[in-house]
């Protein structure tokens, strides 16, 4: 709410921002509405952690069956290195190859928010007690019930943290791709900061950081509903 | 399924190797272009059939059927050291076809392609597949590691590369380059030092009083959440003012832009982590451990220092690696803000649509992420308790 | 009910089960006993096909368990374990109801039924229905496992090592609850365990496995009284503590009134070890009991000579 208000308002606040910064002329950013720089930036978000997370959980199902378990040790080494490269930096190499706009960005956000999906969905796997899928397969369920009625729910707390990590990185890295030529909420911040228009920074800023913030706390919500079975206390 | 040491041929190989082929049927090993400018074309293989080396197609002889052999020690080792020799033969192939060609047209651009990086990443990943095999230890499976691409870098020191774009790249603004090393390096330090001393003593603090703990994690969980970008661009404002308003503040640097509000901004995302770990490595010490050590006389602070913090430094060396490997990353983009480093080469390079320059500044990057990973790893398995 | 033929069992080639024949009887409560890596769990879980054997064949019903889709015959089978295995994101009823909802049983006859054994299994369904497995303490939740285990009302009843993991108390209550449940509703029960006590309480048949072999068996009581082998002797002498603990108590603490057997009597104040003595002597496994006067006071069960010893702990 707050946010959405403070990306209707931002013209509003057109004094404020002349009264701090009484050398700029134009002190608030203009080429886009903020309204829409939002709902582009959270386009652009969605756009690739949905394809993230269809393919990091489904990959993590993948190296957890036993046709797929020789794999794994594999692709944790892939991962580890691929957490290495800083999101920026899959940013910076996609572009020049796939040229410039919302493409390369989205191609780069999925594949770095990738990582932390699969990670999560890996080790949300293992949280699931032995004794739990053996008595599920004891009792008669089938491979794939096993799957969607107890490992997929045991772990979905963890997977859920994964696509966390991934999706408030992908926020800040959308942030970013406005270098790339994509229009988010980072091009005010980008153009201020190239035009010394310290105001535009600010804006964009603040409406980044406060996004970020308020996905964060849905996540928090959701995670506190999905582990309701494990009662009180849940790790930092 | 039997299990991985029963069955007959190595599923994870016969994997690595098709990718391999499928990479290279698909992708350009080497790209060509007039000049630094324009965008290069494949070089067909016709162009680099000269170049075929022994050390090109002894280890693909070698590789290509490993994946059939019966998994034991002897097949993980010819297999480690083919994929090593493989990407040597292949850099050193890269080396020579460069060189030919700038001998053709001295402004030409000889590039690796796609099809280069894929097979530098697998071969990397076959032998690190058979080494984790070989050396179940961490310890001496680093060293190996080490023994395996060193030749790799003697390759790179030698010369023989220096035609290739990157390198060019390189030779043509090595002073640039030296300064967003060393840069990247203080902005590095200048971000760690201060966060250790000041994220141990707090995670100590936190760790004895829970109601502390708290609060703090709410604090540092929000600061972590706010992306760089706009940590950065939010601390313009106030930095700014804050070196008009005293100006012996201006004199030592601090201002609205450039190093000091990026180390400030790596500093509390680095709190994080650095914390955390704190925390949680003397939350793993036993607490029978403790109690053995109270009941034996030891006064508090002699079980901090003696008993604690020895038991908690496998994670607490572990949260440094983290905190490095991801301040490094995040400094890159505080060459928005114009803090210098790699990303500084980064954006200009991403500016001017030159990818060879945006990977003179990915390359060091993600090198010095991967060297401090693999350090710190290194210390941490020394830590290991041996059975 | 099930029928073993020279079924055998390898891991990495060496033999888990080897060449075992074995019936289970309808209605029998039969006990595979024996030290740790016998084989038990490996018989056990052949059954419903958890494990698949390598050799020889199994039937079930009559009809080879290769025959039956593997969810088919576990849904016939009920099945706990030692670690119970509980869903942890589940409600006791929606566990104990996991397999009558899986074979699309009616809402309100799943309901029925999960009342039904909660009450059976003493967990009060107005206090317990609705809890999570982390709000039960280990016995409770075993008491779940054993209902969710019977839920659909199988044909038979695999269980390994259930109170393997609880404490001697809660153990005995659950034992005594297990022995009443397939006393009244005389369904196949096959259990592992290796506590002979245990198996000595509850068994109506015993197999005494070793090294996935057969060493002996028999009802409780032909294994006492005749030890087959020198292993059988060792096993079976382990439980000299117990029969010692017999000693002190009466036979009338333990006298089932209103049965009235034939044939030589106890007298109500001797000890139960004497009891035991005339058990395995006469090679019998009930005995008529008499008073100090000489008036017929009823009738010892075997079975409850090993619950005294039990009580006695
Ligand atoms: N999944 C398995 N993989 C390899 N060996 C096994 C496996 N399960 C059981 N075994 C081996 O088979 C033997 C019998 O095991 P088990 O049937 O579990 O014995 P018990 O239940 O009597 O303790 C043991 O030697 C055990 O090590
Ligand atoms: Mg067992």
């Known amino acids: 709410m707050a946010l959405l208000a403070l990306a209707l308002g931002m013209p509003r606040l057109g004094p404020l921002f002349s009264a701090l910064y009484p050398e700029l002329d134009r002190p608030i950013y203009q080429q886009d509405s903020f309204v829409d720089l939002l709902l582009a930036h959270i386009a652009m978000v969605l756009g690739s952690s949905v394809p993230a997370v269809a393919l990091g959980v489904g990959a993590g199902i993948a190296l957890t069956r036993p046709w797929g378990r020789e794999f794994r040790p594999l692709v944790e080494t892939a991962v580890a290195i691929g957490q290495t490269f800083p999101p920026v930096a899959v940013l910076a190499v996609a572009a020049p190859l796939i040229g410039f706009g919302v493409r390369p960005a989205l191609i780069a956000l999925l594949l770095y928010g990738l990582l932390p999906i699969l990670q999560g969905t890996l080790a949300g796997l293992a949280t699931v007690p032995a004794a739990s899928r053996e008595a599920a397969q004891g009792l008669g369920m089938s491979t794939r019930g096993i799957l969607w009625r107890i490992e997929l729910p045991l772990a979905a707390p963890v997977i859920l943290a994964g696509i966390r990590t991934s999706v408030i990185i992908n926020i800040g890295t959308a942030a970013i791709a406005s270098t790339v030529g994509a229009k988010t909420l980072g091009s005010p911040i980008i153009v201020g900061l190239s035009g010394f228009n310290s105001a535009y920074v600010i804006q964009g800023a603040l409406l980044v950081g406060l996004l970020a913030i308020v996905a964060d706390q849905a996540f928090e919500r959701a995670a506190r509903r999905l582990g309701h079975w494990r009662g009180a206390g849940t790790a930092v | ?387 | 009910m099930i029928e073993f033929s020279r079924v055998s069992k390898r891991y990495h080639g060496s033999l888990a089960v080897d060449a075992l024949d074995l019936v289970v009887g309808e209605g029998q409560f039969t006990v595979l006993l024996g030290t740790s890596g016998s084989g038990k769990s490996t018989t056990l879980k052949m059954i419903n096909r958890l494990v698949e054997r390598d050799e020889g064949e199994i039937r079930f019903a009559g009809r080879d368990v290769r025959h039956f889709e593997p969810q088919d015959l576990r849904r016939r089978m009920g099945y706990a374990i030692q670690s119970v295995g509980l869903f942890p994101h589940w409600t006791v009823e929606k566990n104990i109801a996991t397999v009558p909802q899986l074979l699309g049983w009616s809402y309100a006859r799943t309901a029925a039924r999960v009342h039904e054994l909660m009450t059976m299994l003493q967990l009060d369904p107005g206090r317990f229905a609705r809890r999570y497995p982390h709000q039960l303490s280990g016995g409770q939740q075993q008491r779940v496992g054993v209902a969710r285990a019977l839920a659909a009302d199988p044909e038979i009843l695999l269980m390994d090592e259930p109170f393997g993991a609880l404490d001697p108390v809660t153990r005995a209550a659950l034992q005594t609850e297990i022995g009443r449940i397939h006393r009244q509703t005389g369904r196949t029960v096959v259990m592992v365990t290796h506590d002979l006590d245990e198996a000595l309480g509850l068994a109506t048949h015993i197999v005494l496995m070793n090294q996935g072999r057969i060493e002996q068996q028999g009802t409780p009581l032909e294994i006492l009284s005749g030890p087959a082998s020198d292993f059988v002797r060792d096993f079976v002498g382990r439980s000299d503590i117990g029969i010692r603990l017999l000693a002190l108590e009466r036979v009338a603490q333990h006298t089932r009134t209103g049965e009235i057997l034939p044939g030589e009597p106890l007298l109500s104040h001797n000890t139960l070890r004497e009891a035991l003595s005339a058990f395995v002597a006469r090679r019998v496994d009930r005995l008529p009991v008499v008073d100090e006067q000489g008036c017929p006071a009823g009738t010892l069960h075997f079975s409850d000579l090993i619950d005294a010893r039990h009580d006695a702990r």
Request: aromatic share 8%.
């Open chain 2, 1 to 387: 399924m039997p299990p991985f040491s029963q069955r007959k041929h190595d599923r994870v190989l016969l994997a690595l190797t098709l990718l391999m082929l499928a990479s290279l049927y698909a992708w350009p090993l080497l790209t060509w272009a007039p000049n630094r400018l324009l965008t290069g074309h494949a070089l067909p293989w016709s162009r680099l059939a000269n170049g075929w080396h022994p050390l090109l197609w002894l280890p693909g002889m070698l590789l290509l059927p490993a994946w059939a052999l019966r998994p034991r020690r002897l097949v993980w080792l010819a297999t480690a050291l083919a994929a090593a020799a493989l990407l040597a033969g292949l850099c050193g192939l890269a080396g020579a076809v460069a060189a030919e060609e700038a001998a053709r047209t001295p402004f030409g651009r000889t590039s690796f392609g796609a099809a280069f990086w894929s097979m530098a990443l697998l071969c990397w990943l076959t032998a690190a597949h058979c080494l984790t095999r070989l050396f179940p230890r961490h310890s001496s499976r680093s060293i190996a590691h080490l023994l395996l691409w060193a030749p790799l870098g003697l390759l790179l020191a030698s010369g023989r590369m220096d035609e290739l774009s990157v390198l060019k790249e390189y030779a043509n603004r090595q002073d640039v380059f030296d300064d967003a090393l060393w840069r990247h390096v203080q902005i590095l330090l200048a971000t760690l030092l201060p966060a250790i001393a000041t994220g141990w003593p707090l995670g100590l603090l936190a760790f004895r009083r829970p109601a502390l703990r708290q609060a703090l994690f709410a604090v540092l969980n929000i600061i972590q959440t706010i992306p760089s970008i706009a940590l950065f661009g939010l601390l313009i404002a106030p930095l700014a003012w804050l070196a008009q308003t005293s100006p012996w503040l201006a004199r030592a640097g601090v201002g609205g832009i450039g190093m000091a509000p990026a180390v400030i901004a790596l500093a509390l995302y680095a709190l994080l982590p650095i914390v955390r770990s704190m925390v949680a490595g003397l939350e793993q010490v036993p607490a029978a451990v403790v109690e053995a050590a109270a009941g034996m006389g030891l006064s508090q602070r002699q079980i901090l220092l003696r008993v604690e913090l020895p038991l908690a430094l496998p994670v607490v060396l572990a949260g440094i690696r983290i905190t490095a490997v991801q301040t490094v990353g995040m400094a890159s983009v505080a060459a928005l803000i114009g803090a210098g480093g790699f990303g500084a080469i980064m954006f200009q390079g991403l500016a001017g649509s030159a990818l060879d320059l945006v990977l003179l500044g990915v390359i060091p990057v993600v090198a010095l992420a991967v060297v401090l990973d693999a350090l710190f790893s290194f210390f941490e398995s020394l830590l290991e308790i041996r059975p």
